[in-house]
C-alpha cells in the first residue's frame, strides 16, 4: 500500500515511519502497539513484544482487504426516502455506545476488539482509540454535558480535547453516582433540580434544591390506580410467603430481607407472582420525565397527556396538553445542544420518534425505523437521529438518518 494513504500510530500517537523501498521502519520500545490504517483495508493492530532480544526486529504487517459493505438503503417507504448511513464500526469492532457533539462534529465511541475496550474519538481533523483498564457497560451525557463511562461498580468522568488528549476528571462509585448525578435534570447559579421516583415508579417528583441546601418538591404526581393495584399485589406476595415459610426461616420477620425479590421465590406460585410484580412495577419505567431546558423545567406527564413547564426560580406552572394516548412504550429523548424534546414510541406497531413542540403540545414525526430490526441505543442530535444495529456476524455499527423536516 502507498504510505501516502495510509495513518500510522504508535500507543494511540500518529506517527510517520521511515521508508525504505520494501520496508517501513518504526522506532518503537518494549511492549508498544502499532495500529496501522488505510481506507482499503481493514485496521491492523501489532504488540512489540515485552521482551525483545535484539536491538532490531523484522515483522511481516499482513491488512486484509476491506470487503465493501452496504452503507446506504431506504429505510422507509414515505416519499422522502430517507436513508440510512453507516458512520463507524470497522469489521472487527463491535460498539457498545457513543455519544455525538454536533457543535464539535465529533463522535465519542465505546468499542470492543477482541475481548478489549476502546473509547474512540474522530472529528473533522484527527482520531484516536484509547484503551480502558475497566469492563465498560454505557455511556452518557449529564445535564451539565459531562461525559460518563460507566462499569459494573464504577462511574468515569472523562473529557477527550480536540487534540485527542483523553483524561479522567473524576471516579464515583455507581451508589455516588445515583446519588448526586442520575436524577440531577438542571443546574442554576442558585439551585439545582432533581426528578425521583418512588412508589414502584408510580410517583414521579421534582426538587428544588438551593445552596444552602434547603429543599422544595415543585412538583409531584402519583398514580393512584397503578400505585394501589401494585401495593395490592406486594401485600399478596408478603402474605403467601408468610403462610409457606417458617419463623425461624422468614427473613422479612427477622428483619434480614435485602429487597431481593428472588431470595423470596421459595416455590413455583412466589416465583410467578413476584415476576408478574417486577415486570410491571418494580423493573418498569415511569410515564413521566423531567428535563431541564434552557429557561425551564420541562415536566411531561404521559398518564395525563400533558407538559407542565417551570420557570426557573418561580412557581408558576403552565399545562399544555399534548396527544399521546395511540402512541405505545414512550419515552423522552433530549438533544442537549439544540435544546429540543423528542418522542421515540411505538405507532401502529412501528417504532417512529417525534418532534414535540413544548410551546403548544403538538407533536411531528420525523423519522421511523420500518424495515430496521432491533434498533438500540436511539439518540437525536440536530437534524439528524443515530442507532446501533447488528450485523450479520453479531458486531454493533453505529448508523445515521437524516430526520424528515426537522
Same mark, same amino acid.
Given at each position: 500500500?502507498?504510505?501516502?494513504?495510509?495513518?500510522?500510530?504508535?500507543?494511540?500517537?500518529?506517527?510517520?515511519?521511515?521508508?525504505?523501498?520494501?520496508?517501513?521502519?518504526?522506532?518503537?520500545?518494549?511492549?508498544?502497539?502499532?495500529?496501522?490504517?488505510?481506507?482499503?483495508?481493514?485496521?491492523?493492530?501489532?504488540?512489540?513484544?515485552?521482551?525483545?532480544?535484539?536491538?532490531?526486529?523484522?515483522?511481516?504487517?499482513?491488512?486484509?482487504?476491506?470487503?465493501?459493505?452496504?452503507?446506504?438503503?431506504?429505510?422507509?417507504?414515505?416519499?422522502?426516502?430517507?436513508?440510512?448511513?453507516?458512520?463507524?464500526?470497522?469489521?472487527?469492532?463491535?460498539?457498545?455506545?457513543?455519544?455525538?457533539?454536533?457543535?464539535?462534529?465529533? #463522535? *465519542? !465511541? @465505546?468499542? $470492543?476488539?477482541?475481548? %478489549?475496550?476502546? /473509547?474512540?474519538?474522530?472529528?473533522?481533523? +484527527?482520531?484516536?482509540?484509547?484503551?480502558?483498564?475497566?469492563?465498560?457497560?454505557?455511556?452518557?451525557?449529564?445535564?451539565?454535558?459531562?461525559?460518563?463511562?460507566?462499569?459494573?461498580?464504577?462511574?468515569?468522568?472523562?473529557?477527550?480535547?480536540?487534540?485527542?488528549?483523553?483524561?479522567? #476528571? *473524576? !471516579? @464515583?462509585? $455507581?451508589?455516588?453516582? %445515583?446519588?448526586? /448525578?442520575?436524577?440531577?435534570?438542571?443546574? +442554576?447559579?442558585?439551585?439545582?433540580?432533581?426528578?425521583?421516583?418512588?412508589?414502584?415508579?408510580?410517583?414521579?417528583?421534582?426538587?428544588?434544591?438551593?445552596?444552602?441546601?434547603?429543599?422544595?418538591?415543585?412538583?409531584?404526581?402519583?398514580?393512584?390506580?397503578?400505585?394501589?393495584?401494585?401495593?395490592?399485589?406486594?401485600?399478596?406476595?408478603?402474605?403467601?410467603?408468610?403462610?409457606?415459610?417458617?419463623?425461624?426461616?422468614?427473613?422479612?420477620?427477622?428483619?434480614?430481607?435485602?429487597?431481593?425479590?428472588?431470595?423470596?421465590?421459595?416455590?413455583?406460585?412466589?416465583?410467578?407472582?413476584?415476576?408478574?410484580?417486577?415486570?410491571?412495577?418494580?423493573?418498569?419505567?415511569?410515564?413521566?420525565?423531567?428535563?431541564?431546558?434552557?429557561?425551564?423545567?420541562?415536566?411531561?406527564?404521559?398518564?395525563?397527556?400533558?407538559?407542565?413547564?417551570?420557570?426557573?426560580?418561580?412557581?408558576?406552572?403552565?399545562?399544555?396538553?399534548?396527544?399521546?394516548?395511540?402512541?405505545?412504550?414512550?419515552?423522552?429523548?433530549?438533544?442537549?445542544?439544540?435544546?429540543?424534546?423528542?418522542?421515540?414510541?411505538?405507532?401502529?406497531?412501528?417504532?417512529?420518534?417525534?418532534?414535540?413542540?413544548?410551546?403548544?403540545?403538538?407533536?411531528?414525526?420525523?423519522?421511523?425505523?420500518?424495515?430496521?430490526?432491533?434498533?438500540?441505543?436511539?439518540?437525536?442530535?440536530?437534524?439528524?437521529?443515530?442507532?446501533?444495529?447488528?450485523?450479520?456476524?453479531?458486531?454493533?455499527?453505529?448508523?445515521?438518518?437524516?430526520?424528515?423536516?426537522?
Amino acid at each position: 500500500m502507498n504510505i501516502k494513504d495510509g495513518d500510522f500510530y504508535i500507543n494511540n500517537l500518529k506517527t510517520i515511519p521511515k521508508q525504505t523501498k520494501t520496508n517501513y521502519i518504526f522506532q518503537v520500545n518494549a511492549g508498544d502497539t502499532i495500529i496501522i490504517r488505510h481506507f482499503e483495508y481493514e485496521q491492523g493492530v501489532y504488540c512489540i513484544p515485552q521482551r525483545i532480544e535484539a536491538d532490531s526486529i523484522f515483522y511481516t504487517f499482513i491488512l486484509n482487504f476491506k470487503h465493501n459493505e452496504l452503507e446506504e438503503f431506504v429505510v422507509s417507504s414515505t416519499s422522502s426516502r430517507e436513508k440510512q448511513k453507516k458512520i463507524a464500526g470497522e469489521s472487527n469492532e463491535n460498539i457498545l455506545d457513543y455519544l455525538i457533539n454536533p457543535i464539535e462534529n465529533s #463522535i *465519542t !465511541i @465505546l468499542k $470492543s476488539i477482541q475481548e %478489549k475496550y476502546y /473509547i474512540g474519538y474522530k472529528n473533522d481533523s +484527527t482520531s484516536g482509540d484509547f484503551e480502558l483498564r475497566c469492563i465498560p457497560t454505557f455511556l452518557n451525557l449529564d445535564c451539565l454535558g459531562n461525559t460518563y463511562i460507566h462499569s459494573k461498580d464504577s462511574v468515569y468522568q472523562f473529557h477527550i480535547s480536540k487534540q485527542i488528549n483523553f483524561q479522567y #476528571i *473524576t !471516579i @464515583l462509585s $455507581s451508589s455516588e453516582y %445515583k446519588v448526586f /448525578i442520575e436524577n440531577l435534570i438542571s443546574k +442554576t447559579t442558585k439551585n439545582v433540580y432533581f426528578a425521583r421516583t418512588s412508589l414502584d415508579h408510580q410517583k414521579f417528583t421534582v426538587i428544588s434544591q438551593e445552596n444552602n441546601n434547603y429543599t422544595e418538591i415543585i412538583y409531584a404526581e402519583t398514580n393512584e390506580s397503578t400505585y394501589t393495584v401494585s401495593k395490592n399485589e406486594f401485600n399478596e406476595i408478603v402474605s403467601l410467603y408468610y403462610s409457606i415459610t417458617d419463623d425461624t426461616e422468614n427473613m422479612i420477620l427477622q428483619g434480614k430481607w435485602d429487597g431481593n425479590y428472588s431470595t423470596l421465590c421459595t416455590n413455583n406460585e412466589l416465583k410467578k407472582m413476584i415476576n408478574h410484580y417486577k415486570l410491571f412495577f418494580t423493573e418498569s419505567k415511569s410515564n413521566c420525565f423531567g428535563v431541564g431546558m434552557m429557561d425551564h423545567i420541562s415536566i411531561i406527564n404521559f398518564n395525563n397527556d400533558q407538559i407542565i413547564k417551570i420557570k426557573y426560580g418561580s412557581h408558576h406552572k403552565k399545562v399544555i396538553p399534548i396527544d399521546t394516548k395511540h402512541l405505545k412504550n414512550k419515552i423522552i429523548l433530549y438533544d442537549y445542544f439544540f435544546d429540543e424534546i423528542y418522542i421515540l414510541a411505538s405507532d401502529h406497531r412501528q417504532l417512529s420518534l417525534f418532534k414535540l413542540n413544548t410551546k403548544n403540545g403538538t407533536k411531528l414525526m420525523i423519522g421511523e425505523f420500518d424495515g430496521v430490526v432491533s434498533p438500540t441505543k436511539i439518540k437525536i442530535y440536530g437534524d439528524s437521529y443515530y442507532y446501533l444495529k447488528r450485523n450479520e456476524a453479531g458486531f454493533n455499527k453505529l448508523y445515521q438518518v437524516k430526520c424528515k423536516i426537522i
